[in-house]
C-alpha cells in the first residue's frame, strides 16, 4: 500500500441509523423488564416474529414444486405478480386497470419502489423539481428523494398540541407550492404518526392537488394491515385514481405478509393512456436493469401465489384480522391503564390512531428518561410500535409513561 493521504481521507462519518441502533441498545441491554417500541415489524402477544399461516404453506408449496429453479426473474419481475399486486391496491374493478393504462414493476419492496419511482420522476418529471414530504414522515423519505436531485420540501401533518391531522396547515402549504409538485402521500396507517385524513379530508386533499396539478406519489406499507379491511386501506388511493390523476403508488409486502427480510415490494404506475404506461414503463424496466438487473425470487414467489389463489387469499385475510386486531386491542389496553391511572392529559388519541405506530406526544427528554429508569426503548420522537406491547408488558409500560408525563 503507498503512503500518504488516503483517497477517502475527506469521507465524514455517517450517523447511525436510529432505528438499527436502537434495537442494537435493545438487544445489549441486561435488564429484565426491558420494552422494545421502537421497530415496526409485527409481534404476537408473546413478543415473538408471526410468520403467518398462509405463508407457511405457500412456502410448503413452493418447496414441493418439481419445477421451481433458480434462475433469473424477468428485469420487471413476474407479471402474475405484479398484476395482482397492482389489482390488490387499485381493486379489481378499477377503470385505470379496464382501460390499460396501468403498468407495474417488482421492487426491493417499500424503499426500492420509492427509490425506483423517485429515479424515474428525478429525469423525466419536468413540471418542478419540488418533492414535499409529510412532517414529520418516514426518515427514508427525505433520503431517497434528495439523493435522486429533488428539493425536498415539508408540509404540516402532525399537530402536537390537537394530537392529530394539522389538515388546514396541509392544504395552505398544497396552494402555495410551486405547480405540479410532487407530494409523498401515505396511503394508510401514517408512519410514524398513525393519523390517517378522514375520507372527506382525502376529497378535499384531492381537489386542491387537482387545482394545482401537483402529482401523488403514495407509500403503501400497512394495506390490510391498518384496519384489517384491505379495500378501506386502499381507499385513498382508489378515489385519487377514480378522479383521474396520474400517480405512482408504492407497494411493500413487508408488513402484511410478514415477509421483512425477503424484500417483496411493487410499484404501481397510472398512466393517462394504455401508450404512456408502455413508454413509462420501459423506461423503468431500463432503469432497474442498470441497478439491480433482476428482482429476488422468494419472497414474490410467496406473494403470488398467495395473491392468485382464492383459497389462500380468503386465509391470508383472516390473518390480516388477526394481526391488526392485536394492535387495536394493545391501542385499547394502553388507553384504558393510562385513563385508569389518571395520567395527566388527553390519551384518545392512542385509540383514534391506527396502523403500526402511534406518536404518544412524550417528549425527547421524557423518552431518555424512560429507557435510562424503566429500560424502554422509543424513538426520541415519541413514536411507539403497538406490536411491541403485550398482555405481559402493558402494566408495567402504562406506568412507566404515567411516571415520565407527571414528572418530568
Not at 411493500?252 to 417483496?264: C, D, H, Q, T, V
Request: one cysteine or more; a neutral charge.
Amino acid at each position: 500500500m503507498t503512503n500518504g493521504i488516503s483517497v477517502f481521507d475527506t469521507v465524514p462519518q455517517a450517523p447511525a441509523d436510529v432505528i438499527f441502533s436502537l434495537t442494537a441498545a435493545y438487544k445489549a441491554d441486561t435488564d429484565p423488564n426491558k420494552v422494545n417500541v421502537g421497530v415496526g415489524a409485527f409481534r404476537t402477544d408473546d413478543l415473538k416474529p408471526y410468520v403467518l399461516p398462509v405463508v407457511k404453506k405457500a412456502d410448503a408449496i413452493l418447496f414441493n414444486d418439481p419445477s421451481l429453479d433458480h434462475e433469473y426473474l424477468p428485469i420487471a419481475g413476474v407479471p402474475s405478480y405484479t398484476q395482482a399486486a397492482a389489482r390488490l391496491i387499485l381493486g379489481q374493478d378499477s377503470p385505470a386497470i379496464r382501460e390499460s393504462r396501468v403498468a407495474a414493476v417488482q421492487t426491493i419492496s417499500g424503499t426500492g419502489a420509492n427509490h425506483t419511482g423517485a429515479a424515474f420522476l428525478a429525469q423525466f418529471y419536468k413540471k418542478s423539481p419540488k418533492c414535499y414530504i409529510s412532517k414529520p414522515t418516514w426518515a427514508n423519505h427525505r433520503n431517497i428523494f434528495s439523493l435522486v436531485g429533488f428539493e425536498v420540501e415539508e408540509y404540516p401533518y402532525w399537530n402536537a398540541e390537537k394530537r392529530g391531522l394539522d389538515y388546514d396547515a396541509m392544504l395552505n402549504v398544497m396552494r402555495v407550492a410551486p405547480e405540479g409538485s410532487v407530494f409523498v402521500l401515505h396511503a394508510c396507517a401514517h408512519n410514524p404518526t398513525g393519523v390517517d385524513p378522514t375520507k372527506e379530508q382525502w376529497k378535499g386533499i384531492a381537489e386542491v392537488m387537482k387545482e394545482k396539478g401537483h402529482f401523488p406519489f403514495f407509500d403503501c406499507a400497512y394495506q390490510g394491515f391498518a384496519s384489517g379491511d384491505l379495500d378501506k386501506d386502499a381507499w385513498a388511493v382508489r378515489y385519487f385514481v377514480d378522479e383521474g390523476f396520474e400517480l405512482f403508488v408504492c407497494q411493500s409486502f413487508a408488513k402484511n405478509f410478514g415477509l421483512y427480510g425477503e424484500r417483496a415490494g411493487n410499484l404501481t404506475i397510472v398512466a393517462k393512456s394504455p401508450e404512456e404506461a408502455k413508454r413509462v414503463f420501459s423506461q423503468i424496466e431500463k432503469l432497474q436493469r442498470s441497478e439491480i438487473s433482476n428482482p429476488p425470487a422468494y419472497g414474490s414467489r410467496i406473494v403470488n401465489i398467495v395473491l392468485n389463489d382464492p383459497a389462500l387469499y380468503a386465509e391470508w385475510k383472516e390473518n390480516l384480522k388477526y394481526m391488526s386486531n392485536r394492535i387495536i386491542e394493545m391501542r385499547k389496553a394502553l388507553f384504558d391503564r393510562l385513563t385508569a391511572l389518571g395520567t395527566p392529559g388527553t390519551w384518545n388519541h392512542i385509540t383514534d390512531q391506527i396502523g403500526m405506530f402511534s406518536f404518544t406526544g412524550l417528549s425527547a427528554t421524557q423518552v431518555q428518561v424512560i429507557k435510562e429508569k424503566y429500560h424502554i426503548y422509543m424513538t426520541d420522537n415519541g413514536r411507539i410500535s403497538m406490536a411491541g406491547l403485550s398482555t405481559g408488558n402493558i402494566d408495567y409500560f402504562a406506568k412507566a409513561v404515567d411516571d415520565v408525563v407527571r414528572n418530568v
